[in-house]
């Protein structure tokens, strides 16, 4: 009963509401955005909106289970700075997402703060609240939850069944339409940790705690976000997301490892939070090695006078039989040359079960796919083309 009560207020922070409300608002623009350029949503579940919980319990679980029995505890100070910052960064940056960086920065901030050098820990400290001295012990702490932060963007991103290619069409400095691909995802991930001093339960009398030799432990889920906002022009966005998965993963490895040896270690915590800082950065390189990888390849998302280039793939619809991949192009629908949608879906009319087609891949290479479609409504097939004329 207690910890059903730890959970509901975890759910009342406004950390998590906001989180979720800008996962809902991102869902619904996608959704807009594809009922206005291609007719309809490629999929219009909210699914950004649902992955933004339910990514984040399995991983929350296991975290907490594992982070209770190794005793990882932070400051509430600390735990403070990171959601007001994070609260800050959801509303101020409304087409972006930076979690690590809104991790690393609140650990600066602490470390400048300096709870012991000001008054305010005085005043804490007289109604209960123990502010946690800066030491190195916290800092592995940070780099243990950072570990965290880097690994469940990893994982986000090699879940194939979030990676929602949602094409966006622009033009090119010659005016020509190019496709970009956006994947865009933010969680959370509830981690327990502790919280030194047994004050929450002065005030809530059921909140449990722990007693570990003779300091007392206060248990608090702590909204951990994790995520980011990437996109691709010329390179096939899953093998993209997994090769940029690695680099997090990397990352991630290198922080626990940090942590590990720093335990081992007399490294004083000036070194420790210089090394979160590496590691924060690290990720902005990376970053920027996706998108420099990106822009130094051959191919693009273009429109085509050669068939029509497939730009999307909608989920459980008949085009899931055809082994099409976005880029494809087809050249022949029903044995008919294709040049425009309207052709398409014209040659989709002559044959209304079936459908046969003749693509050629991102290698050049000519294939021949076929499968039935539904009946009468040949708009169903699920392939997202460029339309013929933008609205």
Same mark, same amino acid.
């Given at each position: 009963?207690?910890?059903?009560?730890?959970?509901?207020?975890?759910?009342?922070?406004?950390?998590?509401?906001?989180?979720?409300?800008?996962?809902?608002?991102?869902?619904?623009?996608?959704?807009?955005?594809?009922?206005?350029?291609?007719?309809?949503?490629?999929?219009?579940?909210?699914?950004?909106?649902?992955?933004?919980?339910?990514?984040?319990?399995?991983?929350?679980?296991?975290?907490?289970?594992?982070?209770?029995?190794?005793?990882?505890?932070?400051?509430?100070?600390?735990?403070?700075?990171?959601?007001?910052?994070?609260?800050?960064?959801?509303?101020?940056?409304?087409?972006?997402?930076?979690?690590?960086?809104?991790?690393? !920065?609140?650990? $600066? %901030?602490?470390? @400048?703060?300096?709870?012991?050098? #000001? =008054?305010?820990?005085? +005043? &804490?400290?007289?109604?209960?609240?123990?502010?946690?001295?800066?030491?190195?012990?916290?800092?592995?702490?940070?780099?243990? !939850?950072?570990? $965290? %932060?880097?690994? @469940?963007?990893?994982?986000?991103? #090699? =879940?194939?069944?979030? +990676? &929602?290619?949602?094409?966006?069409?622009?033009?090119?400095?010659?005016?020509?339409?190019?496709?970009?691909?956006?994947?865009?995802?933010?969680? $959370?991930?509830?981690? @327990?940790?502790?919280?030194?001093?047994?004050?929450?339960?002065?005030? &809530?009398?059921?909140?449990?705690?722990?007693?570990?030799?003779?300091?007392?432990?206060?248990?608090?889920?702590?909204?951990?976000?994790?995520?980011?906002?990437?996109?691709?022009?010329?390179?096939?966005?899953?093998?993209?997301?997994?090769? &940029?998965?690695?680099?997090?993963?990397?990352?991630?490895?290198?922080?626990?490892?940090?942590?590990?040896?720093?335990?081992?270690?007399?490294?004083?915590?000036?070194?420790?939070?210089?090394?979160?800082?590496?590691?924060?950065?690290?990720?902005?390189?990376?970053?920027?090695?996706?998108?420099?990888?990106?822009?130094?390849?051959?191919?693009?998302?273009?429109?085509?006078?050669?068939?029509?280039?497939?730009?999307?793939?909608?989920?459980?619809?008949?085009?899931?039989?055809?082994?099409?991949?976005?880029?494809?192009?087809?050249?022949?629908?029903?044995?008919?040359?294709?040049?425009?949608?309207?052709?398409?879906?014209?040659?989709?009319?002559?044959?209304?079960?079936?459908?046969?087609?003749?693509?050629?891949?991102?290698?050049?290479?000519?294939?021949?796919?076929?499968?039935?479609?539904?009946?009468?409504?040949?708009?169903?097939?699920?392939?997202?083309?460029?339309?013929?004329?933008?609205?």
């Amino acid at each position: 009963m207690q910890l059903l009560k730890v959970l509901e207020l975890f759910i009342l922070q406004p950390l998590v509401w906001l989180g979720l409300i800008r996962s809902i608002l991102s869902a619904r623009r996608r959704v807009n955005y594809e009922r206005h350029h291609f007719r309809s949503a490629i999929d219009a579940r909210y699914l950004e909106s649902r992955h933004f919980v339910t990514d984040g319990l399995l991983l929350g679980v296991i975290v907490t289970v594992i982070g209770l029995a190794l005793g990882i505890f932070v400051s509430p100070v600390w735990v403070v700075i990171y959601e007001l910052l994070a609260v800050i960064s959801l509303v101020i940056v409304p087409f972006g997402l930076v979690p690590v960086t809104v991790f690393g !920065l609140s650990w $600066v %901030l602490y470390w @400048g703060f300096n709870p012991n050098a #000001t =008054r305010i820990a005085a +005043q &804490l400290q007289a109604h209960g609240v123990l502010t946690t001295t800066l030491s190195s012990r916290v800092i592995i702490n940070g780099l243990v !939850l950072l570990a $965290v %932060l880097l690994a @469940g963007t990893a994982w986000l991103l #090699t =879940r194939s069944n979030t +990676q &929602l290619n949602s094409p966006q069409i622009q033009p090119d400095q010659r005016g020509k339409r190019i496709v970009r691909y956006r994947w865009h995802q933010l969680a $959370v991930v509830p981690v @327990g940790v502790l919280i030194p001093g047994d004050w929450i339960r002065a005030t &809530l009398s059921w909140w449990p705690v722990f007693q570990v030799g003779q300091q007392t432990y206060s248990v608090l889920l702590l909204p951990l976000l994790i995520g980011a906002s990437v996109q691709v022009y010329k390179q096939l966005p899953r093998l993209a997301w997994r090769r &940029l998965a690695t680099g997090y993963w990397f990352l991630a490895a290198i922080s626990l490892g940090s942590a590990l040896i720093a335990q081992l270690t007399a490294l004083s915590p000036q070194w420790l939070i210089g090394l979160m800082c590496v590691l924060v950065v690290a990720t902005w390189l990376l970053l920027a090695q996706h998108r420099y990888h990106d822009r130094h390849q051959q191919f693009w998302y273009s429109d085509t006078d050669q068939g029509v280039r497939v730009i999307g793939l909608r989920p459980q619809t008949p085009a899931d039989k055809l082994n099409l991949k976005i880029g494809d192009v087809i050249l022949e629908c029903n044995r008919q040359p294709v040049h425009t949608e309207a052709q398409f879906y014209a040659a989709l009319l002559k044959s209304p079960t079936y459908v046969h087609l003749k693509v050629r891949n991102r290698q050049q290479e000519l294939i021949i796919t076929e499968t039935a479609i539904y009946s009468g409504a040949p708009h169903e097939l699920g392939i997202v083309l460029f339309t013929d004329q933008e609205d």
